[in-house]
């Protein structure tokens, strides 16, 4: 995926969620954080950031915050990003051979998943997850505690034993990792339930991304190990 009118800043301050105060140019201006994840190793300031300008010049702030450098490392932080990747990723026939049917938010018991796919003669639900969070080379999901990602891994197992195929896609949004693992620090519940839904007949696979200031793409495999 591509984006538009991307400008450089310097990442000041978070007052919540949803705003970040980056310098752009020598002003302080208020931007939008399209992610609701802690991200706490990487908004610091002083950071070097990515924003790319809105579209709609009737929005209270005018840009989105989409990347961030830690360290040489440029990791994109956009939580809307990873379903569009995959869904690009799709088009080019990886994955699965022959595609009848892509159809993205989908009902199925409680659970809105993030694709229905009919392919290869399956009937298949993906759930895909944003990764931000590394360490030493490590991938690791979530940064904080995730009732609905929980919520999401029981309907999955449930789906399998229904006769669906079921996948969760986890979008590393970086480049240079080595392996992929639940993060049992934060939430071990989740963790746990990884791995549960994994021994259910989930399959649970791990991406690595190319990011570039303006572009995001899904590169290869990475080894999905669970402690």
């Known amino acids: ?9 310097r990442f000041v301050s978070r007052p919540n969620r949803f705003i970040a105060i980056v310098d752009v140019d020598g002003a302080e201006q208020m931007c939008h954080v399209k992610n609701t994840g802690r991200c706490r190793e990487l908004l610091v300031p002083g ?10 010049p009737n929005r209270k702030t005018k840009y989105d915050l989409i990347s961030v450098y830690k360290g040489d490392n440029l990791i994109n932080i956009d939580s809307q990003a990873p379903n569009k990747v995959f869904n690009e990723w799709l088009n080019e026939n ?14 199925y ?25 590394e360490e ?3 991938a690791m999901f979530p940064d904080a ?14 789906s399998v034993r229904d006769g669906y195929d079921a996948y969760v896609v986890f979008i590393i949004q970086m480049s240079g990792v080595k392996v992929f693992k639940p993060n049992i620090r934060t939430d071990l519940t989740f963790s746990k339930d990884l791995k549960k839904a994994s021994e259910s007949g989930v399959k649970i696979i791990a991406f690595d991304s190319m990011v570039t ?8 495999y990475i080894p999905v190990l669970f402690d």
């Open 136 to 138: 030493n080379g490590t």
């Open 1 to 9: 995926m591509i984006y538009n009118n991307v400008v450089s800043g």
């Open 213 to 220: 200031e303006i572009s995001l793409k899904i590169n290869d």
């Open 47 to 56: 950071a070097s950031v990515f924003l790319e300008v809105s579209s709609n």
């Open 94 to 107: 990886k994955l699965f051979n022959d595609i009848k049917l892509v159809k993205p938010e989908t009902k």
């Open 109 to 133: 018991g409680t659970s809105r998943f993030d694709f229905y796919i009919e392919a290869d003669g399956k009937k298949i639900f993906v759930e895909t997850k944003g990764v931000t969070l």
């Open 145 to 158: 505690p995730t009732e609905r990602g929980r919520k999401h891994l029981m309907e999955l197992s449930d």
